[in-house]
């Protein structure tokens, strides 16, 4: 992966110039009038008339300098003022959606209904990085740390929560409405982060920056396998644990199978195999966790839409220790059925003692499966839960931080057009939300 590096420098947004305001034109009152200057006291001698009239015209200068005065300093504070409003417009307008543009404190960005959705924990331990699509194809990187993300922050009712840093990510030919999957991971004392789409092909594209190379590399297709089987159906994580590092992105082929693409250190993509007994509907959505040593087993779970029943979700656990996947239900109850074209996201807490699983159901909200995590190959059984909360489109993504929240984040478009945030516990209490773009 480290040839897909660019070494081109980020451009950073420039605010745009304030709007110069033109100085208003005020109008001096003509203190010097002929009736003033003209005054003259009864009873006066004609001789103190003109002395009188001299000290008349003297105010009457006096007051043409302060009236000049005032006009100059009101025109020059309306002008600030101007200015200074016309800055906070040209600021608060600030949607510079240019790819490869990055910037801080961003402004709202309108996503494009349905976004493909795709959230990581950036691999320094420092926050989450969010992934969605803008109305105009491009895709956004948003950067949210750890103690922005706090159940304390998200229980204050922000009418919007602003991500530290966004970068928009070069995509050409990005199909509306991609799935997008995302991985972040530490190699050679550098922060990586990997990006995976859709083109208008139907193939799949990757992407990658670092931290010693923050531009985005020119996208490059993976497979010569087309991507047919749906938005949803896309997810990548990385096993920091096998071979050194390597990163899997799973995603449905013609035949409806998962298939596997794996690329280790080097940038070639190894293979492209279908996961032998797996089988998953043409609009089938899958979910991955990265690697996990619990104990002396080193295992991932891989969650997919079952080929043979629909509505069903199906459980793999691959052993890198040399065991084959054995797929296992999560829940055969009509309740927690999987709706169409339903994603998923699976998020695992910091000490992988727990894994919590959501998607939508065929009652349009949103469910929740509890798994706890033991070095036992076959895993455990899963309890599953149901929201309260509707998931008006198909697309979710889960992150688990380590900053003391009780659980997981979930996001999900909630109206459409906006990506909303929630900290939920693990028995699928909601303790806290916000919306992160809008």
């Given at each position: 992966m480290d040839d897909y590096r660019d070494s081109k420098a980020l451009s950073t947004l420039e605010l745009p110039s304030s709007a110069s305001g033109k100085q208003p034109h005020v109008a001096t009152p003509n203190l010097a009038s002929k009736e003033l200057s003209g005054v003259e006291l009864q009873g006066q001698p004609s001789g103190h008339g003109s002395r009188f009239k001299l000290?008349?015209?003297?105010?009457?200068?006096?007051?043409?300098?302060?009236?000049?005065?005032?006009?100059?300093?009101?025109?020059v504070g309306l002008k600030r003022s101007s200015s200074g409003s016309a800055s906070a417009t040209n600021g608060a307008s600030n949607n510079d959606t240019a790819p490869g543009s990055s910037t801080s404190n961003p402004a709202p960005l309108k996503v494009t209904n349905g976004t493909g959705i795709a959230s990581v924990a950036q691999a320094d331990g420092a926050g989450m990085l969010l992934y969605f699509q803008l109305f105009n194809g491009s895709v956004v990187e948003d950067f949210h740390s750890n103690s922005s993300m706090t159940m304390e922050v998200l229980s204050q009712q922000q009418p919007r929560l602003v991500a530290q840093r966004r970068t928009i990510i070069p995509t050409p030919d990005i199909?509306?409405?991609?799935?997008?999957?995302?991985?972040?991971?530490?190699?050679?004392?550098?922060?990586?982060?990997?990006?995976?789409?859709?083109?208008?092909?139907?193939?799949?594209?990757?992407?990658?920056?670092?931290?010693?190379?923050?531009?985005?590399?020119?996208?490059?297709?993976?497979?010569?396998?087309?991507?047919?089987?749906?938005?949803?159906?896309?997810?990548?994580?990385?096993?920091?644990?096998?071979?050194?590092?390597?990163?899997?992105v799973y995603f449905g082929n013609a035949q409806s199978s998962p298939q596997l693409l794996t690329s280790a250190r080097h940038p070639q993509w190894l293979s492209d195999n279908d996961e032998p007994g797996l089988a998953l509907t043409a609009s089938?959505?899958?979910?991955?966790?990265?690697?996990?040593?619990?104990?002396?087993?080193?295992?991932?779970?891989?969650?997919?839409?079952?080929?043979?029943?629909?509505?069903?979700?199906?459980?793999?656990?691959?052993?890198?220790?040399?065991?084959?996947?054995?797929?296992?239900?999560?829940?055969?109850?009509?309740l927690f059925s999987i709706d169409t074209d339903s994603g998923m996201a699976v998020a695992v807490n910091g000490n992988l003692t727990q894994s919590l699983l959501f998607w939508?159901?065929?009652?349009?909200?949103?469910?929740?499966?509890?798994?706890?995590?033991?070095?036992?190959?076959?895993?455990?059984?899963?309890?599953?839960?149901?929201?309260?909360?509707?998931?008006?489109?198909?697309?979710?993504?889960?992150?688990?931080?380590?900053?003391?929240n009780p659980g997981p984040l979930v996001m999900f478009e909630d109206p459409p057009g906006n990506i909303r945030v929630h900290i939920v516990a693990v028995n699928a209490t909601i303790v806290a939300g916000a919306v992160l773009s809008e």
């Open positions: 000290i008349a015209a003297c105010v009457a200068g006096v007051l043409i300098v302060l009236g000049i005065a005032l006009g100059v300093g009101l025109g199909v509306q409405g991609s799935g997008l999957a995302a991985v972040s991971f530490v190699r050679n004392d550098s922060v990586w982060r990997s990006l995976f789409y859709v083109d208008t092909t139907g193939q799949i594209r990757a992407t990658n920056a670092s931290s010693i190379s923050p531009a985005w590399s020119p996208p490059a297709a993976i497979s010569a396998t087309h991507y047919l089987s749906g938005p949803p159906a896309l997810g990548s994580c990385y096993f920091s644990d096998y071979d050194g590092g390597t990163t899997d089938g959505s899958t979910a991955c966790t990265n690697s996990m040593t619990i104990g002396s087993v080193t295992v991932a779970d891989f969650y997919y839409r079952s080929g043979i029943n629909p509505s069903i979700i199906e459980h793999s656990r691959t052993n890198f220790n040399g065991s084959d996947p054995r797929p296992s239900n999560i829940s055969e109850s009509s939508r159901g065929s009652d349009k909200k949103v469910k929740q499966a509890n798994t706890v995590l033991t070095n036992n190959f076959n895993g455990t059984t899963s309890i599953a839960y149901s929201w309260q909360s509707a998931m008006p489109n198909n697309n979710i993504a889960a992150v688990w931080l380590e900053n003391g």
